[in-house]
């Protein structure tokens, strides 16, 4: 499959776990996820690569010699009904790099990366293989997040089969710089007619869990005034965040994306509704204040309802600064293809976000159709997804 | 076992499918109904009553002999997590009055009856069993109702063994009057100090299916101004017919108790949630008008958040009155044991509803402690199960 073009390989590639109706369902080591992998593997095998896996499931494929690697990559896994765009396009970018550039290397190495677990629809946190690869989150850490199921990543990473060497971990190999394709998963390149976006960095996210505790009991009898309503609590808790995001001023955004109510029988009322609330903004101080003003929020809301919540932070990233020197590299590749550029922020966390902790870090974004991304509608032309590779490999070219 | 006494019976039995944290997990015929099933034909068997099952899974045990047959009956599935009284209290009071009157009954019958899929936790709608028996429901209609799995009433039967026979329906069976002992799962009986309650009838439900679509996307990029969050819109009709009904001073309750959310994952905006909303009064026009003004106030909230909604009847039910003579018979009983007792509604459905459509009905209560029900917390006294049992044998012995 050496001779196929990028975009052959890409749409081949990407319809593991995907149908018309469910969108992607490629889960962090899931079956589809799985075969995806291998596919990968194929490729590198068919340019001769030299292929490694670390401890946290991440797959390297490396061609050229020296001491200079520049390495390119993004995942695999998806949200459950996402689209297949994100993620992939970074991964296929890479292997298709090792295929244009691979014999022509002189005193310099390219290495493919796909990353595990970068959603976090499965194992929370995300970026879970980024993470545990540049020593952000411990072994232990990494292999105790559990799934919905109770599985754990280790057993998980075991039954995989992609359980690697620590020694192969990205802060264990001689990896220079890292360079990601992604596509910008918002509406700004679309609308502002940008050809492709240059992340100055990504913003802060600040996760919290938000829990009520209420009083389950038959519907009918009991009468309205003396119910403890757990779901009555946690929407309005969903509602009250939402209108202070939106009437802020602020860049911001913050989203209750997961809601599980308990028993969720139609004729009982909710006794325990458990929520992840989502904060991003490009101030770090911003994100951590409007997280406290939402606490502070179900705190009055638990109060009037009678219903006790308990509100605990899960993880919050710093704002990261993508390396200044690679940004101009790209600025450059940019101009010379004469493609119109914008700078921006990433709103969405990358694999970069950690990398950047170890190397020089950069990343380059194609539009997105109408913003739409993690479900079936995610789109981008043919046309970006070539322009975005254009810039990586004459980015990657001149560095 | 035919020595044993009624509390034992009762605690011994109930505990199938019970576990201290989950409570009882008894759904209609997965393993622990029919594990319960069992057991209950064992104590048929015991007492030599006569055996049926009907083609809606219904357990019928007979002793006696004539044209006078008193039933006496209820459900012993659960909801999930449900509580250990709910029904198996009424099935095991059909059994005891067998074991206590069975030896001594003359020219009159007596039959143990137990319904299936009353709770309508595993198929919707409730009260499955009865309104198959009765023929409120058509076969076609009961058998094409799917469980969350996708199997469905028909396949759950076959499987689980108690498929019988369309003649053994309690339309086609010589039952000439039906009694049912219940908890009241409500706190009026416990906070006014009464022993025993005489249901007038049974409120009118309205159940309605609520399902807001809007665009799931990225949780980050998608900025708080063009987001349509099916999530948003669905906490706020919650909220909002919450407050509606109790600020309403009406006799009348409100509730969602399922809300099911898509693709639910914490860094994606909510793209679909459907929910129920179960509405009851014991006058039929206030449910249905203020059911038709939450699909008002649903049309005004999917207006204003981008967000269309699709807001369906799922069923309602006629205000049942239960009949008078049977009523003044358990008044006598519960005078004549010096019981205090109440007259009110019943605000849960049951199987009696049903029942009273084909022959004379009416139910007997027992205090629900801090009114809980439908949740593992639910409990009445060992002194309260006697003394409902003693008004219901007090009854069909004067009857």
Same mark, same amino acid.
């Given at each position: 499959?050496?001779?196929?073009? &990028?975009?052959?390989? &890409? ?18 080591? %899931?079956?589809?996820?799985?075969? /995806? ?8 095998? /068919? ?8 401890? /946290?499931?991440? +797959? &390297?494929? $490396? ?24 993620? !992939? ?20 190495? +390219? ?14 946190? @995300? ?5 545990? @690869? ?9 292999? @105790? ?5 109770? +599985? $754990?990543? #280790? ?32 509406? =700004? ?13 990504? =913003? ?32 309005? !808790? ?12 602020? #860049? ?8 599980? %109510?308990?028993?969720?029988?139609? %004729? ?29 929020? @179900? ?22 600064? !993508? ?5 101009? #590299? ?34 380059? &974004? ?29 980015? =990657?070219?001149?560095?």
């Amino acid at each position: 499959m050496v001779n196929e073009d &990028f975009l052959t390989m &890409f749409h081949r590639l990407t319809s593991v776990g995907w149908s018309e109706e469910n969108g992607v369902n490629r889960l962090a080591l %899931n079956e589809y996820d799985i075969q /995806a992998r291998k596919n990968l593997e194929d490729e590198m095998r /068919a340019v001769k690569a030299d292929i490694k896996q670390d401890d /946290a499931g991440l +797959i &390297f494929g $490396t061609l050229g010699s020296g001491n200079d690697n520049t390495a390119i990559g993004s995942h695999m896994d998806s949200v459950p009904n996402g689209g297949r765009f994100d993620g !992939f396009y970074g991964v296929m970018s890479g292997m298709q790099l090792l295929k244009d550039l691979g014999s022509t290397l002189k005193n310099r190495k +390219i290495t493919a990366i796909d990353f595990t677990n970068e959603e976090g629809a499965r194992f929370q946190p @995300s970026l879970l293989g980024s993470g545990m @690869s540049t020593g952000v989150f411990t072994k232990e850490f990494a292999y @105790s997040r559990k799934d919905s199921d109770g +599985i $754990t990543f #280790e057993e998980a990473l075991e039954k995989s089969g992609y359980m690697g060497e620590e020694q192969n971990r990205v802060k264990n190999q001689d990896i220079t710089r890292y360079l990601e394709l992604h596509i910008e998963q918002g509406p =700004v390149l679309e609308l502002e007619n940008y050809q492709v976006g240059i992340p100055k960095g990504i =913003v802060t996210m600040v996760v919290d869990n938000v829990s009520f505790t209420g009083e389950s009991n038959q519907a009918g009898p009991t009468p309205m005034k003396v119910r403890k309503d757990a779901l009555v609590a946690a929407s309005r !808790f969903t509602v009250a965040v939402r209108d202070m995001a939106k009437s802020s001023g602020k #860049e911001l955004t913050m989203t209750v994306g997961k809601i599980n %109510n308990f028993p969720n029988a139609y %004729n009982v009322i909710p006794g325990k509704v458990t929520m992840n609330l989502d904060t991003r903004s490009p101030d770090k101080k911003t994100a951590e204040e409007y997280s406290k003003m939402a606490k502070e929020i @179900s705190e009055k809301i638990a109060s009037e309802e009678g219903v006790p919540v308990d509100f605990k932070n899960q993880w919050t990233t710093e704002t990261t600064i !993508f390396d200044e020197d690679m940004r101009k #590299e790209i600025i450059k590749s940019c101009k010379s293809l004469n493609l119109k550029y914008k700078e921006l922020y990433s709103w969405p966390g990358h694999d970069a976000q950690y990398m950047n902790r170890v190397v020089p870090t950069a990343m380059i &974004f194609i539009p997105s159709h109408n913003g739409r991304s993690h479900t079936r509608e995610e789109y981008s032309s043919d046309q970006d997804l070539i322009n975005g590779y254009s810039v990586l490999k004459r980015t =990657v070219e001149s560095l």
